[in-house]
């Protein structure tokens, strides 16, 4: 398997996962789980440790794996709800990171950046525009841009279309276990973050490179 060092040269791009790698949200998806699940007597068993459930896959499958009880409709109608939820919780407690914000400007100066994320649009972009970073890149995807969601490859085949580079001048940096191996199997070349999962877990996800703080990017791109 050839090293950074060794593909560094090629890449051109640079393609982030938004939640818990741009900026520390996936806590927040969580509390928003939590308000509405209060609000209709449910309670979530599946979480274990500092994990969060449901992280990288898309919202209906996480309600459908842990109320498999409910009615569709019933799973559609608290899907919305905490989307509702969600979205004023950012508003509440998303601010500026300045620390994020210089590292993508360093980045910025060698790479085209953009954001790939299975999380709906709306949302992304009230958190991108909160954090100041949506100016920063190229454009940003979100779950209604593409059919299929990590862990399959479309967001990040689509990325790779819109910026005008084949797959393995790209990287990308994710977060969870779905995450890496929709970026590997796109064709990518995949750092993985430590901010969702502990390190053998990503690595045995194929994640090339494993890292513990977003600010390590900076000395490694």
């Given at each position: 398997?050839?090293?950074?060092?060794?593909?560094?040269?090629?890449?051109?791009?640079?393609?982030?996962?938004?939640?818990?790698?741009?900026?520390?949200?996936?806590?927040?998806?969580?509390?928003s789980?939590?308000?509405?699940?209060?609000?209709?007597?449910?309670?979530?068993e599946?979480?274990?440790?500092?994990?969060?459930?449901?992280?990288?896959?898309?919202?209906?499958?996480?309600?459908?794996?842990?109320?498999?009880?409910?009615?569709?409709?019933?799973?559609?109608?608290?899907?919305?709800?905490?989307?509702?939820?969600?979205?004023?919780?950012?508003?509440e407690?998303?601010?500026?990171?300045?620390?994020?914000?210089?590292?993508?400007?360093?980045?910025?100066?060698?790479?085209?950046?953009?954001?790939?994320?299975?999380?709906?649009?709306?949302?992304?972009?009230?958190?991108?525009?909160?954090?100041g970073?949506?100016?920063?890149?190229?454009?940003?995807?979100?779950?209604?841009?593409?059919?299929?969601?990590?862990?399959?490859p479309?967001?990040?085949?689509?990325?790779?279309?819109?910026?005008?580079?084949?797959?393995?001048?790209?990287?990308?940096?994710?977060?969870?276990?779905?995450?890496?191996?929709?970026?590997?199997?796109?064709?990518?070349y995949?750092?993985?973050?430590?901010?969702?999962?502990?390190?053998?877990?990503?690595?045995?996800?194929?994640?090339?490179?494993?890292?513990?703080?977003?600010?390590?990017?900076?000395?490694?791109?």
């Amino acid at each position: 398997m050839a090293t950074f060092k060794e593909i560094k040269p090629r890449i051109s791009a640079v393609v982030f996962d938004v939640d818990n790698v741009l900026v520390m949200s996936e806590h927040l998806h969580y509390e928003s789980w939590c308000r509405v699940f209060a609000k209709h007597g449910l309670k979530d068993e599946t979480k274990t440790g500092d994990l969060y459930p449901g992280i990288g896959i898309p919202d209906m499958d996480y309600l459908k794996m842990t109320f498999p009880s409910l009615k569709p409709k019933e799973l559609v109608n608290i899907m919305h709800e905490k989307w509702d939820a969600y979205l004023d919780i950012i508003k509440e407690k998303i601010k500026p990171d300045s620390r994020t914000n210089a590292i993508l400007d360093n980045l910025k100066l060698r790479y085209k950046l953009c954001a790939a994320s299975s999380t709906n649009r709306d949302a992304v972009e009230l958190v991108l525009t909160s954090t100041g970073i949506l100016q920063k890149l190229e454009f940003m995807l979100g779950k209604e841009d593409v059919k299929k969601h990590k862990p399959e490859p479309d967001v990040y085949l689509l990325a790779s279309k819109k910026l005008g580079l084949p797959p393995y001048k790209c990287v990308a940096v994710e977060d969870s276990l779905a995450g890496v191996e929709s970026a590997k199997t796109a064709g990518m070349y995949c750092i993985a973050i430590t901010t969702s999962f502990p390190r053998k877990r990503l690595e045995t996800a194929r994640a090339d490179i494993v890292i513990d703080k977003f600010e390590e990017l900076k000395q490694l791109l």
